[in-house]
């Protein structure tokens, strides 16, 4: 019995072995070397050095890099509210369906996303065109005289990552409201409490835990998708993402790395607050 114990376990550690090399080499062997990266100099012929500096943390407090981190972080936190003020009474919504209409709506959210992020996002950018569907509706219609500036504005950039990133509200949303106990919720109206005063007293609380781990999953995304902000915002709409491309293409490295390092960092710090705050659970959609 013993024997068997200790072969089953040997077994299960050899299954997990190609998993813990994966994770060893490209994650954490990936991770050290930006890190160390970020403290390297960078050489405009060779393009890095081994001499040691700290000149690329101080180069990010630029204002041009920080307006760029600046934008990058407002329009990240515009899009979670937005998402949060659009997902959460939907998913809400959602879980309170019966099972078939549930399935219909989950697969109606879900279809979409089988499409390449680029193709989805190259369709908006015809309908925010200046001749697009948009513009020539609200002129046939009489309500603009001349066609609206859509593309390239932080408008688009701020559309596109709504559309994107509102399924990481929903789901979220929709598994803790579907696990909520709602006899709570009538006991709480039973003793008088108004319907509203019962969602923001008992429901919220009680499925804050999806509301929150929404926010991360909506939130730590939004800060990188460049080729959003490149194909709807245009060069005047810079995201940390799109810049850390631009400075790989300009063989800045370090600078890259250092970059790459503060995001990190960044969500690191929104995900301990998750944690401490009260995201008992795991970031995972269902």
Not at 100 to 121: G, K
Not at 255 to 260: G, H, V
Not at 264 to 276: E, H, Q
Request: hydrophobic share 55%; proline share 5%; charged share 10%.
């Amino acid at each position: 019995m013993m024997d068997s114990s200790k072969r089953d376990l040997r077994f299960s550690l050899w299954l997990k072995l190609p998993m813990f090399l994966w994770t060893i080499v490209f994650v954490f062997v990936a991770l050290l070397y930006v890190i160390g990266l970020s403290f390297l100099s960078r050489s405009e012929v060779i393009g890095v050095t081994n001499e040691l500096t700290l000149q690329n943390y101080a180069r990010l407090a630029d204002p041009q890099y920080l307006r760029v981190l600046l934008n990058s972080l407002k329009l990240a936190a515009m899009t979670t509210a937005i998402c949060i003020l659009i997902g959460y009474p939907f998913g809400y919504l959602m879980a309170r369906l019966n099972p078939f209409a549930r399935s219909i709506v989950m697969l109606l959210i879900i279809v979409p996303f089988w499409t390449n992020a680029l193709i989805r996002i190259y369709g908006w950018r015809i309908l925010l065109t200046g001749n697009g569907p948009i513009n020539s509706i609200l002129l046939s219609l009489g309500i603009i005289k001349e066609p609206l500036k859509l593309l390239y504005t932080d408008g688009a950039v701020l559309l596109g990552m709504v559309y994107a990133l509102i399924p990481f509200m929903i789901l979220p949303t929709f598994t803790t409201v579907d696990k909520l106990d709602f006899s709570v919720v009538e006991a709480a109206r039973d003793l008088g409490a108004s319907p509203l005063h019962a969602f923001l007293t008992v429901t919220v609380p009680l499925t804050l835990s999806g509301l929150m781990a929404g926010c991360v999953l909506v939130f730590i995304p939004s800060m990188g998708l460049f080729f959003l902000s490149d194909l709807l915002g245009g060069s005047k709409s810079v995201l940390a993402g799109g810049l850390i491309q631009r400075l790989i293409n300009s063989r800045d490295l370090p600078l890259a790395a250092a970059l790459s390092v503060l995001l990190l960092s960044l969500t690191g710090a929104v995900i301990a607050i998750y944690r401490k705050v009260g995201g008992s659970g795991d970031l995972s959609l269902f």
